[in-house]
Nanobody, 122 residues
Framework: QVQLVESGGGLVQAGGSLRLSCAASGRTFSLYAMGWFRQAPGKEREFVAAISWSGGMAYADSVKGRFTMSREKAKNTVTFQINSLKPEDTAVYYC????????????????WGQGTQVTVSS
C-alpha cells in the first residue's frame, strides 16, 4: 500500500518560513515525480510545485522565488522550504506522486497524502 505522510505545517506570521516534509513508502518513488498542492478554505485544490525523478522542477507562478522543493531519493522524502509567507498562502498542503511534472501540474496525481495545515497570520 502506497503511503505519503506530510509534516511540518503550523502557524507563522507573514514574512516567516516553514519547512514541510513528505515521507513516502510502498514503492520506488525515485522513478516518479512528486509534487505539492494546496487547498485554501472555499477554494479548489491547486498545484504548487513538482520535482521529477531526474530533478527537473516546476513551480506555480504565485510561489516562484519563495518556495523551494528538494528530493532525497535514498530516503524517499521530499522537502518544501516555504519562505516569505503571505496570508494568502494559508491552506492545507498536500504531497502527491505522479508520472511526471506535467501530469502533476495538470492536477492528476496517483497518490495523495493526508495534508498538513499552514496558517499565515497578518
Amino acid at each position: 500500500q502506497v503511503q505519503l505522510v506530510e509534516s511540518g505545517g503550523g502557524l507563522v506570521q507573514a514574512g516567516g518560513s516553514l519547512r514541510l516534509s513528505c515521507a513516502a513508502s510502498g514503492r520506488t518513488f525515485s522513478l516518479y515525480a512528486m509534487g505539492w498542492f494546496r487547498q485554501a478554505p472555499g477554494k479548489e485544490r491547486e498545484f504548487v510545485a513538482a520535482i521529477s525523478w531526474s530533478g527537473g522542477m516546476a513551480y506555480a507562478d504565485s510561489v516562484k522565488g519563495r518556495f523551494t522543493m528538494s528530493r532525497e531519493k535514498a530516503k524517499n522524502t521530499v522537502t518544501f522550504q516555504i519562505n516569505s509567507l503571505k496570508p494568502e498562502d494559508t491552506a492545507v498542503y498536500y504531497c502527491a506522486t505522479g508520472a511526471n511534472t506535467l501530469v502533476l501540474r495538470s492536477g492528476r496525481a496517483d497518490c495523495w497524502g493526508q495534508g498538513t495545515q499552514v496558517t499565515v497570520s497578518s
